[in-house]
């Protein structure tokens, strides 16, 4: 029963984290049953600490952490808190959003400026922008938000320049890019012109019948679920059809325009082409890219997948293989979700694995080898199973003082 229980977790949760990892860092860890946050020291050569350096309550079924500067914001099911890492990497906490009914939001955002938290409210169909204090602390009410017809589907949120980016799982599936204003806020949703009979409120009413247009934006994509930007190429995880696909923006950071060519459907849509993809292998979670390998977890399957980016005459390979160049070893005891990736004090690289069942995080050691970027079947450091924690997700993060 507890996998089945738990299962919306890590479905719920999808972002990680692509830090140097040295001494005086350490890794936090979503416990989604244990509605906690887990702290681990890293050693030097990025190996784990095998205790929690740091385990503090938050908020109810923790799915999402992220780092921005010295503050963590962890996302649960109704609210995000902001918690200071303290010299020694204990956390204290800043507060929370308030309670939102139903928000799930499955990632979150930080813009680099750290003047705003962006936030899914999956039900209320949804991303409100929360404006962020001098030290990190998050303001009682939203400023404003985007709204847009996804059926509750908005599943991963990323900021790249002024420039948010939302992929959503609906019939149609879509990644819809919208404008960040100077001072961080969202454009305002307008009514929706073919609403013939519309509920007007405040433009960010759940209850009201108002969209925002985007800049630009990718449909019937089959599932958009994780995605990564790395400067203009952009990886997805296209859930329904079991495989990662990449597409390269503009130098503005949009896709190509859509150009209707018939009457309705997709079908109906000349949209941009992808500009690679894998063929069709497993239903991955979460997708990362770290130093020219593109890494996604399969859940079911408990392991990790690496496909080295291949070569495309620009200054850096972009494109996907067709396969994946190694596997981790298969092990049903874990059910990987997020990942961070890092380079440690002695220059060796390191992939981190939240495991989801086997509740503890696994360290696999990378290795440079000529199909790329690899991770070793085994990992080689570990932390000790904290019983009914379900890891869920990790983020690497500095402490000012070396972490014992």
Same mark, same amino acid.
């Given at each position: 029963m507890r996998r089945s229980r738990i299962l919306a977790a890590p479905l719920l949760s999808l972002l990680l984290a692509v830090t140097p990892a040295s001494a005086g860092q350490l890794i936090y860890g979503t416990a989604a049953t244990g509605n906690s946050i887990l702290g681990y020291c890293l050693r030097e050569n990025g190996g784990l600490a095998p205790d929690p350096h740091v385990? *503090?309550?938050?908020?109810?079924?923790?799915?999402?952490?992220?780092?921005?500067?010295?503050?963590?914001?962890?996302?649960?099911?109704?609210?995000?808190?902001?918690?200071?890492?303290?010299?020694? =990497?204990?956390?204290?906490? $800043?507060?929370?959003?308030?309670?939102?009914?139903?928000?799930?939001?499955?990632?979150?955002?930080?813009?680099?400026?750290?003047?705003?938290?962006?936030?899914?409210?999956?039900?209320?169909?949804?991303?409100?922008?929360?404006?962020? @204090?001098?030290?990190?602390?998050? @303001?009682?009410?939203?400023?404003?938000?985007?709204?847009?017809?996804?059926?509750?589907?908005?599943?991963?949120?990323?900021?790249? =320049?002024?420039?948010?980016?939302?992929?959503?799982?609906?019939?149609?599936?879509?990644? %819809?890019?919208?404008?960040?204003?100077a001072d961080g806020s969202l454009p305002e949703p307008v009514l929706d012109p073919d609403d013939v009979d519309p509920d007007v409120g405040q433009p960010c009413d759940s209850s009201n019948n108002m969209i925002t247009t985007p800049l630009s934006q990718r449909t019937c994509l089959d599932g958009a679920s994780a995605f990564v930007l790395q400067d203009e190429m952009l990886y997805l995880i296209e859930r329904f059809n079991f495989r990662l696909s990449a597409f390269r923006l503009q130098p503005d950071g949009l896709f190509s325009p859509l150009v209707p060519i018939g009457d309705g459907g997709c079908g109906s849509l000349d949209q941009q082409a992808r500009d690679s993809k894998t063929n069709e292998i497993v239903n991955f979670i979460d997708v990362i890219q770290f130093r020219g390998t593109v890494f996604a977890s399969f859940f079911d399957g408990g392991r990790v997948h690496s496909f080295p980016l291949k070569d495309d005459s620009s200054d850096q390979p972009t494109r996907l293989p067709k396969k994946s160049?190694?596997?981790?070893?298969?092990?049903?005891?874990?059910?990987?979700?997020?990942?961070?990736?890092?380079?440690?004090?002695?220059?060796?690289?390191?992939?981190?694995?939240?495991?989801?069942?086997?509740?503890?995080?696994?360290?696999?050691?990378?290795?440079?080898? *000529?199909?790329?970027? $690899?991770?070793?079947?085994?990992?080689?450091?570990?932390?000790?199973?904290?019983?009914?924690?379900?890891?869920? %997700?990790?983020?690497?993060?500095?402490?000012?003082?070396?972490?014992?």
């Amino acid at each position: 029963m507890r996998r089945s229980r738990i299962l919306a977790a890590p479905l719920l949760s999808l972002l990680l984290a692509v830090t140097p990892a040295s001494a005086g860092q350490l890794i936090y860890g979503t416990a989604a049953t244990g509605n906690s946050i887990l702290g681990y020291c890293l050693r030097e050569n990025g190996g784990l600490a095998p205790d929690p350096h740091v385990q *503090k309550p938050t908020v109810n079924n923790p799915r999402r952490v992220i780092v921005a500067g010295d503050v963590l914001y962890v996302a649960g099911n109704t609210a995000v808190e902001a918690l200071r890492i303290e010299s020694d =990497g204990r956390l204290t906490s $800043l507060g929370k959003t308030p309670r939102t009914h139903n928000a799930n939001p499955r990632d979150i955002a930080v813009d680099a400026q750290r003047r705003m938290l962006y936030m899914p409210h999956r039900i209320q169909e949804r991303i409100v922008a929360y404006p962020l @204090a001098e030290d990190g602390s998050i @303001a009682d009410d939203f400023q404003s938000c985007v709204r847009a017809d996804v059926l509750g589907g908005w599943e991963d949120v990323e900021v790249q =320049g002024d420039r948010l980016y939302a992929s959503a799982t609906t019939f149609r599936g879509e990644i %819809d890019v919208y404008p960040i204003a100077a001072d961080g806020s969202l454009p305002e949703p307008v009514l929706d012109p073919d609403d013939v009979d519309p509920d007007v409120g405040q433009p960010c009413d759940s209850s009201n019948n108002m969209i925002t247009t985007p800049l630009s934006q990718r449909t019937c994509l089959d599932g958009a679920s994780a995605f990564v930007l790395q400067d203009e190429m952009l990886y997805l995880i296209e859930r329904f059809n079991f495989r990662l696909s990449a597409f390269r923006l503009q130098p503005d950071g949009l896709f190509s325009p859509l150009v209707p060519i018939g009457d309705g459907g997709c079908g109906s849509l000349d949209q941009q082409a992808r500009d690679s993809k894998t063929n069709e292998i497993v239903n991955f979670i979460d997708v990362i890219q770290f130093r020219g390998t593109v890494f996604a977890s399969f859940f079911d399957g408990g392991r990790v997948h690496s496909f080295p980016l291949k070569d495309d005459s620009s200054d850096q390979p972009t494109r996907l293989p067709k396969k994946s160049k190694r596997k981790t070893n298969r092990d049903f005891s874990r059910t990987p979700v997020r990942m961070a990736a890092g380079e440690a004090a002695d220059g060796q690289l390191t992939l981190y694995v939240s495991g989801g069942d086997n509740d503890r995080i696994e360290a696999y050691r990378l290795r440079q080898a *000529k199909k790329g970027l $690899l991770p070793r079947n085994k990992p080689f450091s570990r932390t000790t199973g904290i019983r009914q924690t379900f890891v869920n %997700d990790v983020a690497i993060a500095t402490a000012d003082a070396a972490c014992n």
